[in-house]
C-alpha cells in the first residue's frame, strides 16, 4: 500500500502494491496558515517560556517535585498564572501578625541574649534554631535597645554641648590674663577713659549712648566696632561698657589700646558705681549667693534627673535655664539703668553676642508712646526655638501666683537690643516690681520660672513695651543652624542668642563670619591667643 500526497495537500490518494490504484481519495480541507501568524505564535511562545519555567522550578523548589502527574502541577502552577496566592499564604501572615501582637505586650525573656549586629543576628538564627516567636522577641529587643542608645547619645550630647557653652575658650581666657598684665605695665593701657576733655559728652544727650554689659573682652570688641564701622554719625556715638571687677583692668587695656575713633568708650566697672550696693539690691546678693541656687545651677544633680520623663527639647531648655551667667550681676543690670545712669534720657542696650550692621541713630526717633522698652516682639513666627514665645513658654502656669496674674498667650519680646527711654522708666515702679518676682520665686524654689532674667523682666515690663520692626533685631543665630543668610545680611542687629556662640567651637561655621569680620586679627594681643585658630 502507498500513499500519495497531492503537492497542494488537498487529497491523499491510497494504491495496493499490486499497481491497482484504488479509487480511494481522502479531501482534506483547506488550511491557510500566513508567515505572520506563524511569527507572531512564535514570539508569543519565546515570550511565555521563561516564565513557565521560573514558575516551574519555584514549584520545584517549594516541593512539587514530589507531584507525579501533570495534575499535581496543574493544581500549583495555575492559582500563580491567575494570580492568585495560596490561602497558606495568607494564613502565614495571619499567624505572623499574632505572634508580632503577643510579642508586643508581653515581657521579653531575661535570659535573651540580644545579638549587636544584624550579622550576628543572622549567625545566630542559623546556629540556635529559633521559633518564629523567639525572633520577634529578638527584634524587639534589638529596636528597644537601639532607641534607649540613641536616646542617651542625645541627651549626652546636649549635657557636652551645655558644657563647652558654659565655658570660657582658652584663647578668650589668654586674651583677658594677658591684657590685665599690660595693664599693670603699660602707662598707656591704663590711660583715662574717655579722655578728661571729653568727659561732659558721657552724660550729653545730645550723643547716641549705647550701654552694653559683659566680661567677655573679644565679644565687647566686637560689638563696640561693629556699631562704630556701621554708623553712618560715629562721631556722635558714646559707647558705656560695663564690666565686672576681675575682667575691669583687661577690659580698660583694650580700649585704651584700641582707640575706636571717633567714637567715645567708657569703661566702668560694677565697683565703680556708688549706687550699686547691698541696699540697694539685696534680692540679687541673695541671688548670687544662696547656696541652694548656687547648686541649681552650678551642680550636677540634673544629670542624674530621670531622662524618661523628658525629651530633648525640653531637656535642653533646662540646661540653658541653667548657664551660670543667669546669676551673673551682670546680667541683671539693665533693670539699673534708670540709677546707673542718672543724667541720661535714652539708650540703647546691646546684649554681648550681638553684632551691627546697620546704622542705628534711627532708633532714637522712634517714638515709643510713652512706654519705657522698645523691643522686638518675638511670638509672631513659626520655629520652635526664637520666634513663637509667648508668657506660656517662660512661666509655670500650674503655680497660683502665676495664672492669677498672668495670660499664658501674652506675646514675649527679646532682650538683645532695646531702646529705653529712662526719663519714662523713672516715673514707673519697674525695678520694685522686677525685685518682688524675684522674691517669690526664690521663695517658691524657683518653681514659678527656671530660665534667667527674661521672666522676671516679662513680669516687670508689662504694659510698658512698645512692639519695633523685626528688621531691626534678628535673633536665633545661636540655636538654628538653618538660619536664612539672605535675612541675617538684612537684619540691623544679628543675635547670637543660644548655646553657639561664635567665639565657641561649638558656633556654627556658616554664621561665623559675619561675627569674626569685626574680630582684629592683626592686634598682638589676638594673634599670640591664638583666637579660633583652626
Not at 110 to 135: H, I, N, R, W
Not at 340 to 360: I, S, Y
Request: contains cysteine; proline residues 5%.
Amino acid at each position: 500500500m502507498q500513499l500519495h500526497f497531492s503537492p497542494s495537500m488537498r487529497s491523499i490518494t491510497i494504491s495496493s502494491n499490486n499497481g491497482i490504484i484504488d479509487l480511494m481519495r481522502i479531501k482534506v480541507a483547506a488550511c491557510h496558515i500566513s508567515y505572520r501568524t506563524l511569527f507572531h505564535t512564535i514570539l508569543i511562545l519565546a515570550f511565555l517560556l521563561p516564565f513557565v519555567f521560573i514558575l516551574t522550578a519555584l514549584v520545584t523548589l517549594e516541593g512539587v517535585n514530589k507531584c507525579s502527574s501533570f495534575d499535581c502541577l496543574g493544581r500549583r502552577l495555575g492559582p500563580r498564572l491567575l494570580g492568585r496566592v495560596d490561602d497558606s499564604s495568607k494564613r502565614l501572615v495571619r499567624d505572623f501578625y499574632k505572634i508580632l501582637n503577643e510579642v508586643k505586650t508581653g515581657e521579653i525573656p531575661l535570659a535573651l541574649d540580644l545579638p549587636d549586629s544584624f550579622e550576628q543576628l543572622v549567625s545566630d538564627m542559623k546556629s540556635k534554631q529559633y521559633d518564629a516567636k523567639t525572633f520577634a522577641f529578638l527584634l524587639r529587643g534589638m529596636m528597644e535597645k537601639f532607641e534607649r542608645d540613641t536616646r542617651e547619645a542625645k541627651f549626652a550630647e546636649l549635657m557636652n554641648k551645655h558644657f563647652a557653652a558654659s565655658s570660657v575658650p582658652k584663647g578668650i581666657h589668654c586674651l583677658s590674663l594677658r591684657l590685665t598684665d599690660e595693664y599693670s605695665s603699660n602707662a598707656h593701657a591704663r590711660k583715662q577713659l574717655p579722655p578728661p576733655e571729653l568727659l561732659p559728652t558721657l552724660s550729653d544727650n545730645s550723643y547716641h549712648h549705647f550701654i552694653v554689659s559683659t566680661d567677655n573682652i573679644l565679644a565687647a570688641a566686637v560689638v563696640v566696632s561693629s556699631t562704630v564701622h556701621s554708623s553712618q554719625n560715629p562721631d556722635k556715638i558714646v559707647f558705656h561698657v560695663i564690666t565686672d571687677k576681675k575682667t575691669y583692668a583687661g577690659m580698660h587695656s583694650w580700649f585704651a589700646l584700641n582707640p575706636i575713633t571717633p567714637a567715645i568708650v567708657e569703661v566702668k566697672g560694677i565697683h565703680q558705681f556708688d549706687w550699686l550696693t547691698r541696699e540697694n539690691v539685696p534680692v540679687l546678693e541673695a541671688v548670687e549667693n544662696q547656696n541652694g541656687i548656687r547648686n541649681y545651677y552650678h551642680g550636677n544633680n540634673f544629670a542624674r534627673n530621670n531622662l524618661s520623663e523628658t525629651n530633648p527639647q525640653k531637656y535642653a531648655s533646662r540646661l540653658q535655664a541653667r548657664s551660670p551667667k543667669y546669676i551673673s550681676l551682670l546680667n541683671h543690670l539693665r533693670i539699673y539703668l534708670p540709677e546707673l545712669f542718672p543724667n541720661l534720657d535714652k539708650v540703647v542696650f546691646l546684649d554681648d553676642d550681638v553684632v551691627v550692621q546697620r546704622d542705628l541713630s534711627p532708633l532714637w526717633k522712634i517714638n515709643l508712646n510713652g512706654k519705657v522698652n522698645g523691643a522686638v516682639e518675638t511670638c509672631r513666627g513659626t520655629d520652635e526655638w526664637v520666634m513663637s514665645k509667648h508668657f506660656r513658654n517662660y512661666f509655670n502656669f500650674s503655680h497660683p501666683l502665676i495664672i492669677q496674674h498672668l495670660d499664658p498667650d501674652e506675646c514675649a519680646w527679646a532682650y538683645g537690643m532695646n531702646v529705653f527711654d529712662l526719663r519714662a522708666w523713672r516715673s514707673t515702679n519697674i525695678r520694685e516690681t522686677y525685685h518682688t518676682w524675684l522674691k517669690e520665686n526664690l521663695r517658691s524654689n524657683l518653681t514659678m520660672w527656671k530660665l534667667g532674667t527674661l521672666p522676671p523682666a516679662l513680669i516687670a515690663f508689662k504694659g510698658n513695651v512698645h512692639p519695633i520692626d523685626h528688621s531691626w533685631h534678628l535673633l536665633g543665630l545661636g540655636y538654628q543652624n538653618k538660619t536664612d543668610i539672605e535675612s541675617v545680611k538684612k537684619a540691623a542687629v544679628i543675635h547670637y542668642n543660644g548655646q553657639s556662640k561664635p567665639w565657641l567651637q561649638i558656633g556654627f561655621e556658616h554664621l561665623r563670619p559675619f561675627w569674626t569680620k569685626y574680630v582684629n586679627y592683626s592686634n598682638d594681643f589676638v594673634r599670640n591667643c591664638h583666637i579660633l585658630d583652626s
